[in-house]
């Protein structure tokens, strides 16, 4: 689908990635990444792509190896061999530091369930990620403070009554938590979003709602969306729906 | 900055095992100190005792069972010096004063001394700092009486009250000089030494509440009033020792050496700060074991604090897994644990300080009244903050190990969050 050959001059892309010269923001190629220690797991990652602004589902079931996908996306770990290009940036060649420092500029990520710290407030989780990015922190004061940029995404995922700033994330219900964790991934518009289950933890009613939230923002803020889900009836609301299986080869040494 | 306030936050949550581990080291330090300060206040205390005399003399025994004696009335002497040795060494060239002490007798606990007039010219404490009168004078009669400061407070006693002394320094006396009592000349202002808790009389009151006496008892039927006493001559045959002022300093190792061998009769003479040298010798063995253990607990403290943090580790796997998600660096959560560790020390000396200085405030007067211990309430001195120092940079030293553990945890957890 790429007309690009895989090894491309960085540069290219990196300044046209939200131009659309060049389509994918995420590019996975030949990768392949071992768990070391007594439990060895290992995940090949032939060609995976992601294109900006889209949102996709990837479907599989757990135990499969989709936490590691995202941690080699999120730049958590590096692939033993293989690329990585975020934005047109081969994070497996930064530093770990670089890494961090990458991950904070360009990715929100929001967890199954315990998203917050629960002994801070609400405000303070959600604007949290602007501590480690510059670029988000100026993105987000475009339109007055840190705090009204804040509130502004509170209320429209349905948390708009201004006694939640300052109450400890801990006293929120699970489906309030994850609101406000969907505050914290989008707060200074990164361009990649990664949900892991974000809905699992709730009922079917309240996961077509988050959703139907969480997809107005990712939109609005012009976000790429990457969730991972077990749970396929879900799909019809995407983009593009693609299978685990599909797009990696999980190996498990059964010792 | 958010980062500082969310760690408070955190620490704020577990509020109570944080509230333990600084009491835990506020105690320590509290210990440490005020170890600390009771050394430094005795030995101050001790060494401003006696100041300005050059040798004390007394009958042949160990230089520190002289001193005590004669200086900190703590024990008894073995033997007297006779009149003649102490007009013998008065007469010498080098000597410029010689003030003579007589001790043996108390007054409800509190010793009496015999002395001259001379002693309240000549004794010295506090770098050089002379004895004053809070109110009367010294003693003229035979039967006046000059009392130190805490004998007054203790027993109430004002100038011109009447005081009868007791025989031997128990505190409870069953032989009483009771036919000779003495009449309160004075009172001296406290001076933090034995001079305030005791009695000081003329040398002749003291051979005159003698003169009936036969081998340490009331000689029966030959009682002597107190107006015959008056009229007999009451020269002392015998003294417990004397202070020696001397008009060169270099002349002292001379004088000591002389009196050493003095041919009529078995002679000490000791330099007070020479003494007190030994002594401290003697005790700096017990100090150095008390800093040690004070040491040892303040280590404990510090080892309670990385046991916490260790163990709450696991359960903040999640905070860290959330900070490494928003792109928090594992050295940032490093940092947070020593940052952490860190504040809980300062707490803990602070408060600590705090507490020492409270309780040394309660309780001076009770040290004061017990030991005669004047412990030194002023601002914590240079050794004092060093030793603080040191303690907040082992507290830093010590959350490294925790740090250096979640930093592990951290890079091996990533996002994922483990629970």
Do not use: C
């Amino acid at each position: 689908m790429s007309s690009l050959p895989t090894v491309e001059p960085r540069r290219a892309e990196q300044s046209h990635a939200h131009i659309g010269s060049d389509p994918a923001i995420v590019k996975m190629a030949d990768l392949r990444f071992t768990w070391k220690g007594p439990s060895a797991f290992s995940l090949a990652i032939q060609d995976f792509v992601l294109p900006p602004a889209k949102r996709m589902l990837i479907v599989g079931p757990s135990g499969s190896g989709k936490s590691t996908f995202l941690s080699l996306l999120a730049g958590i770990v590096t692939p033993n061999e293989g690329r990585v290009e975020i934005l047109g940036t081969d994070t497996s060649t930064l530093s770990s530091a670089a890494r961090d420092r990458f991950r904070a500029e360009h990715f929100g990520i929001i967890f199954q369930m315990f998203n917050l710290l629960p002994y801070g407030s609400v405000i303070d989780n959600v604007v949290l990620p602007l501590s480690f990015s510059a670029k988000r922190r100026a993105r987000a004061e475009e339109k007055g403070s840190v705090e009204a940029e804040a509130q502004r995404l509170l209320t429209s995922l349905g948390l708009g009554e201004a006694n939640y700033r300052d109450v400890p994330a801990s006293r929120l219900s699970v489906g309030q938590q994850q609101r406000v964790a969907a505050a914290r991934a989008l707060i200074g518009r990164p361009e990649i979003i990664i949900a892991d289950e974000p809905t699992s933890a709730l009922d079917r009613d309240r996961q077509i709602a988050f959703l139907d939230l969480l997809f107005s923002e990712v939109s609005a803020a012009g976000s790429a969306l990457i969730m991972v889900s077990h749970d396929e009836t879900l799909g019809s609301r995407f983009d593009s729906v693609v299978r685990f299986d599909d797009i990696a080869v999980a190996e498990r040494a059964t010792a | 900055m958010i980062i500082p306030r969310l760690a408070l936050q955190s620490l704020r949550n577990r509020s109570l095992t944080a509230v333990l581990t600084v009491l835990g080291i506020a105690i320590s330090v509290m210990l440490l100190l005020g170890v600390e300060k009771v050394r430094t206040g005795a030995r101050q205390s001790f060494a401003d005792t006696i100041s300005g005399t050059d040798l004390i003399v007394g009958a042949r025994s160990g230089s520190l069972q002289l001193l005590l004696y004669s200086v900190f009335r703590i024990g008894n002497a073995t033997n007297n010096v006779t009149w003649k040795s102490y007009q013998d060494i008065a007469e010498q060239p080098d000597v410029d004063w010689i003030v003579p002490i007589s001790l043996g007798d108390s007054h409800r606990g509190f010793r009496v001394l015999g002395t001259t007039p001379e002693y309240f010219a000549r004794y010295k404490y506090r770098r050089g700092q002379p004895l004053a009168f809070a109110a009367g004078a010294q003693f003229n009669d035979l039967f006046d009486v000059v009392i130190g400061a805490d004998v007054a407070t203790a027993l109430g006693y004002k100038v011109g009250d009447r005081v009868v002394v007791a025989h031997g320094v128990g505190s409870v006396s069953f032989v009483e000089h009771e036919d000779k009592p003495f009449r309160v000349s004075g009172i001296l202002a406290k001076t933090g030494t034995p001079v305030d808790k005791t009695l000081h009389v003329s040398l002749e009151a003291i051979e005159a509440i003698h003169v009936d006496w036969q081998n340490g008892m009331p000689a029966p039927g030959e009682s002597v009033s107190a107006d015959d006493v008056r009229k007999m001559q009451l020269a002392p045959k015998a003294i417990t020792a004397a202070f020696v002022g001397l008009k060169s300093k270099l002349a002292t190792f001379r004088m000591q050496r002389a009196i050493n061998d003095y041919s009529e009769e078995p002679l000490s003479a000791i330099i007070p700060g020479a003494a007190l040298q030994e002594l401290w010798g003697l005790v700096s063995t017990a100090e150095t074991a008390l800093s040690i253990i004070s040491a040892m607990v303040v280590a404990t403290a510090l080892l309670g604090m990385v046991t916490t943090i260790l163990t709450s580790l696991n359960e903040r796997r999640r905070e860290m897994a959330i900070l490494r998600s928003v792109g928090a660096r594992p050295t940032t959560i490093l940092g947070l644990l020593v940052v952490e560790g860190t504040l809980l020390t300062l707490a803990g000396v602070i408060l600590g300080t705090l507490l020492l200085y409270i309780s040394l405030y309660a309780l001076r007067p009770v040290i004061d009244r017990a030991y005669g211990l004047d412990v030194n309430i002023g601002l914590p001195s240079t050794s004092d903050l060093t030793i603080l120092a040191a303690i907040v940079l082992a507290g830093v030293v010590a959350s490294v190990l925790p740090a250096l553990r979640a930093y592990r945890l951290s890079v091996a957890d990533g996002m994922m969050i483990r629970t």
